[in-house]
């Protein structure tokens, strides 16, 4: 049953114009475990930036949450840099299994990016500068992600 589900949703990722990858960035992956990307959203620090998200789907799927995390370093007060775990309560207790991975990519991801919560922050040094000093938080995000993205789009494109 999962792996039907699971099929249907990357299918749907497929067909909205996501790429879905293999973990070496292949056309090759298993539903089990791919990458995908996502781009910052719009009037974040994270915009004109691009990220890999590496989903990862149990036989619990959809009752319970795919592991999301991004792959490269992203400073963020809810995700932890290193590891690139996701600190948010609509993958772990509020989610729902009429959430689609695109839903997760679509609206989930950017709402995160967009409105970080330091008050529930997995990265405490990003939520403490977050909360003491957003302009300072918010330049050095810029600068973060500008660095450590996999693709940066070139003010041409924009």
């Known amino acids: 049953m999962w792996q039907k589900r699971a099929a249907r949703d990357i299918k749907d ?12 960035g292949n056309k090759d992956y298993n539903i089990e475990s ?25 036989p619990n799927f959809p ?7 991004f792959v490269e370093k992203i400073l963020h007060a809810n995700i932890d840099e290193a590891s690139g775990s996701i600190c948010l309560d609509a993958l772990n207790k509020a989610w729902s299994p009429h959430f689609t991975l695109r839903h ?18 997995l990265n405490r040094d990003a939520a ?9 938080f918010d330049k050095r ?18």
């Not at 009752?63 to 995390?69: A, E, L, N, Y």
């Not at 403490?128 to 300072?136: E, G, S």
Request: hydrophobic share 30%; charged share 20%.
């Open 13 to 24: 990722l497929l067909d909205n114009g996501f790429e879905v990858t293999g973990e070496n």
């Open 34 to 58: 791919f990458l995908t990307s996502i781009e910052g959203p719009k009037d974040s620090p994270y915009e004109n930036c691009f990220w890999h998200v590496r989903f990862t789907i149990t």
């Open 63 to 69: 009752f319970s949450s795919p592991s999301v995390g």
């Open 104 to 121: 997760i990519c679509e609206t989930i991801l950017p709402y995160l990016l967009s409105y970080p919560n330091p008050d529930d922050g």
């Open 128 to 136: 403490y500068l977050m909360k003491t000093n957003p302009t300072a």
């Open 141 to 158: 995000v810029r600068q973060h992600s500008k660095a450590n993205a996999y693709k940066v789009k070139d003010e041409k494109e924009q």
